[in-house]
């Protein structure tokens, strides 16, 4: 948040020289430096550099496969493994799981499972928040 004395005028600029009062809107993805500064009683204050990434855009969608199909065709999904081996995943991303069909995610891989049928999604939530669409 950007803090300034009462009734001071706020302008925002990326280059120092051009100046507006309204705060930036929409921005593609990307790294960013802007300058603020403040006016009061016709005074100037000195800019103040303000750097953030800008992040809106979700993820891909993660793979996720058996680590060990066991069952008698290597791909028919049958397994007494329960373990999942995940791809495409972006870096610094949580990966969550769902056995729910999507109604509650976890960040624990599903484990322990009872033998059964099961669809296990998985998703990536980046850094920014953004969720990837979940991967069956």
Do not use: C, M
Not at 48 to 72: C, H, M, Q, R, V
Not at 82 to 89: C, K, L
């Amino acid at each position: 948040a950007i803090t300034s004395v009462a009734g001071a005028t706020l302008e925002y600029s990326f280059d120092g020289i051009n100046w507006s009062s309204t705060p930036p809107g929409s921005l593609p993805d990307g790294n960013y430096t802007i300058k603020v500064r403040q006016t009061v009683a016709g005074e100037t204050s000195t800019a103040t550099d303000f750097t953030f990434s800008y992040d809106a855009t979700a993820p891909d969608k993660l793979t996720i496969e058996l680590t060990n199909d066991t069952g008698s065709d290597a791909t028919d999904h049958i397994t007494t493994d329960n373990s999942t081996t995940i791809g495409n995943q972006e870096n610094g991303a949580v990966i969550e799981y769902s056995i729910d069909n999507g109604v509650t995610w976890t960040s624990t891989a599903p484990a322990n499972l009872v033998a059964g049928d099961y669809t296990i999604l998985a998703r990536q939530v980046d850094l920014a928040g953004n969720a990837s669409d979940p991967a069956p």
